[in-house]
């Protein structure tokens, strides 16, 4: 476990955060040669960067809006900012959510003026060519109107509580064809499963929602 404070913000990396960003490097670059592993390392520190500076998107904008006790956790699957004690407005609940994503992409920008910076080749522009993919990846993927997803948060921000049902509806519905596609394109089963997950994450509030 990785704890350290950034911008006066806690910040926490849980071991399975590193798992899941050292297991997808293999699956880009290998890891049969010590010149792959050199490869993956990077790729895990640039994912790390673009996660880590989305999820202080959230953090800084709450703290903006008053937030206190405001902590970062990256886990397997990306992270949240956790804001224990703040009562958003919807607005600003819809601009905590939408700085994640807006200033990761802002940071793949960085990124692509950075890459022709640097020598040809050198690990440094790997790493800036990585961050550039991952941030835009990350950023466009958060924005799909998926619950608990930025996107399906900023949904939720917009149709408000008393369309909670019809929010969750839509995010099945999206992560379903969503899944599908990213399976046809990609043919990778990680894409479905992770929208599927959180298809059957709607599901369980909409079902509790509806026999409470």
């Known amino acids: 476990m990785l704890n350290f404070t950034l ?3 806690p910040i926490r990396v849980e071991p399975f955060h590193w798992l899941i960003l050292g297991f997808l490097g293999m699956q880009s670059y290998g890891l049969s040669n010590r010149g792959e592993i050199m490869l993956v390392l990077v790729f895990m520190a640039a994912g790390f960067t673009s996660i880590l500076v989305h999820e202080l998107g959230h953090a800084l904008t709450g ?32 601009l905590v959510t939408a700085a994640g994503p807006g200033i990761q992409i802002l ?12 020598p040809t080749g050198s690990y440094a522009q790997q790493f800036f060519e990585d961050l550039m ?5 990350w950023a466009i993927l958060n924005c799909i109107p998926v619950w608990p997803l930025d ?11 008393k369309r909670k049902l019809l929010t969750h509806k839509i995010s099945i519905g999206v992560a379903i064809v969503f899944g599908l596609l990213g399976l046809y394109l990609t ?26």
């Open 7 to 9: 911008f006066g913000l």
């Open 63 to 94: 703290r903006k809006f008053g937030a206190q006790g405001t902590q970062v956790v990256l886990h397997g699957m990306g992270g949240v900012a956790i804001f224990p004690h703040a009562r958003f407005t919807r607005p600003q609940n819809f």
């Open 107 to 118: 940071l793949g920008l960085v990124a692509i003026l950075l890459v022709v910076k640097t």
């Open 133 to 137: 993919l991952v941030s835009f990846f």
């Open 151 to 161: 996107g399906g948060q900023m949904m939720g921000a917009i149709l408000g509580p």
């Open 187 to 212: 043919s990778m089963i990680v894409f479905p499963i992770f929208l599927g997950f959180m298809a059957y994450q709607s599901w369980q509030i909409i079902q509790q929602s509806t026999f409470r």
